[in-house]
């Protein structure tokens, strides 16, 4: 049963990265070459073991984990169905991390804790969420279902379904580009740069406005 049901996902795995990336040209190079696939078949092998409650070998098996592919994913998060991990390297996926389905995480990402504090303390990632290459979320939050991490970004609040986030802290905004199921990050919204924007047209009108009334007085 065990056997089968790990054939069954280990196909599920491998139709993902072909929905999910589009370099991935035949099974043999998604078999060998995917660090993201191979860090992901480890770390259910450690987890079930965790679950079991066999001690040091999980984390020996994390570890092996981490040397092989440049992943860390600590044997006590829990993921879900379809999860791919693009690219890979420097990816921290933190102990009480959950991972809903259909996520989607670049390189450089950690979903990591702010402190030493036990119990749940690292993040909670929806269905269908996407998280940029670089961008760190930091402690027990929830990222909502169908949103967007910039690359680059640092979260550390709650994120509502179906929002973006961009920046540094991440700051939401509700202007999700997607093409194909892919976030686009070369056409994230700046919500730094937008609201400067307005200011800049803000002052241009009270100047004319101004310059308007000025105009119109007559001298005594």
Known sequence: MLIK????????????IYEKDPAADNILEVLFCYPGLHALILHRIAHKLRYWGLPVIPRMISYISRIITGIEIHPGARIGRKFFIDHGMGVVIGETTYIGDNVLIYQGVTLGGTGKEHGKRHPTLGDNVIVGAGAKILGNLTIGENSRIGAGSVVVENVPENSTVVGIPGRVVHQSIIVDGQLQHNRMPDPIKCQLNRLTYEVKEIKEQLNIKTSGKTDC
């Not at 049901?5 to 993902?16: C, P």
């Open 5 to 16: 049901r790990a054939i069954t996902q280990l196909k599920e795995d491998i139709q993902t």
